[in-house]
């Protein structure tokens, strides 16, 4: 296989250049971390499961009009998507209180909020993905007041379908994140849903007995961490044929 120059490592991806101009591979790793880099652990196969619930869910998001940069799936830790030029909010919708909001506004957890809240946080390892404003978010250039009419129209649209898709299957969307890019075509731009959408960046909680099946799993050291995300992709319909043995996958390719 021909060597890839390697773009970008994050915490759990990596970007490689992709094999026409304005695509790139997006490798899904096992690694995981929390509160900021300060926890740092392996979860066995997410990669995999990762890979295959975005995929999905991206599918689904695109086929009700949702522009993702989704473009296909590789193989079994690795996927096609459109280079976009990445806007530095991490978006996070919520309809039930849970983690940072909890915590800091004294709501217990578990109780559904009056309305979905949108929350806004500036992209930044270095400063800690501090929580900003509209204000900021305008004044310091991140996004135009028609970006963010944009975003906030997607979002609420992700949030309503996933919410009933996941109920579907017996899950609860607690709260997610979304990231958002700037996808530049025949001299126009579109903004469109970027990264991922899996276990990793959502509050997945079984409906009925509200037991957790995403990275909490880790984060607060609850045990089976990876049957958490099998449990999503299994109620997902998605989990891949090879069963999970052949999770590890192979390495990564350069
Ligand atoms: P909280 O603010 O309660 O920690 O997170 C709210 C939601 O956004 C959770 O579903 C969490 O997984 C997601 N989220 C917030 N920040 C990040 C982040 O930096 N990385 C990931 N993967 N998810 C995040």
Known sequence: MARRRQLYEGKAKILFEGPEPGTLVQYFKDDATAFNAQKKGTITGKGV???RISEYLMQRLG???IPTHFIRRLNMREQLVREVEIIPLEIVVRNVAAGSLA??????????????IIEYYYKNDALQDPMVSEEHITAFGWASTHDLDDIVQLTLRVNDFLTGLLLGV??????FKLEFGRLYENDEMRIVL????????????DAKTGEKMDKDRFRRDLGKVE????EVARRLGILPEAGVRDMKGPEVMQ
């Open 49 to 51: 499961l990762n890979n």
């Open 63 to 65: 086929e009700i009009g």
């Open 103 to 116: 915590t800091r506004l004294g709501i217990q957890e578990g109780t559904r909020l009056p309305r979905s």
């Open 170 to 175: 017996g899950i609860t969307l607690v709260d």
């Open 194 to 205: 970027a990264d991922e959408i899996s276990p990793d960046n959502c509050r997945l909680w």
């Open 227 to 230: 049957e958490g995300y099998q």
